[in-house]
């Protein structure tokens, strides 16, 4: 049965530029429940440890640079099949490539600054979860 978590992080050039409410209401609008989130600054240790599985990738010093230059909102998000779901609404890795009215093709800049993360798995979105937020902070 699909799982009915997911995990996202609104990237920094989308939280400088200003767009992180207009996102947080597509994502709302969209149908999920937010149960989990802060502003928070990622170290560069953190952007590394959250993304060591794209440790060995061409673009893993420039994605950990960048996801740790400034502030970003991390949020949990609950919603029936909520990772293929939220994946839908945020559309492609690359902007161009992005279907219209996904939050990539409207917010996104590039495929390194693609405003918004997304699980891509319910084992992922529960790593992810547990990485950012104590069980204490998580209002399902
Ligand atoms: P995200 O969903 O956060 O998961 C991994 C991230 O790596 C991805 O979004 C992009 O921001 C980044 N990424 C993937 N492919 C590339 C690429 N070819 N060049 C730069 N960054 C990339």
Redesign the pocket.
Known sequence: MAGNRTFT?I?PEAVAKGYAGKILDHIITGGFKVIAMKFTHLTLQQAQAF?AV?KE???YV??TEYMSESPIVVIALEKDNAVADFRTLVGS?DPNEANEGTIRKRFAE?????A???S?SDENAAVEIKFHFKDNEIFA
Do not use: C, I, Q, W
């Open positions: 992080m990237k993304y794209h990738r061409p673009f420039e994605l890795t590039s495929k390194a600054k693609n918004v993360h997304g891509d």
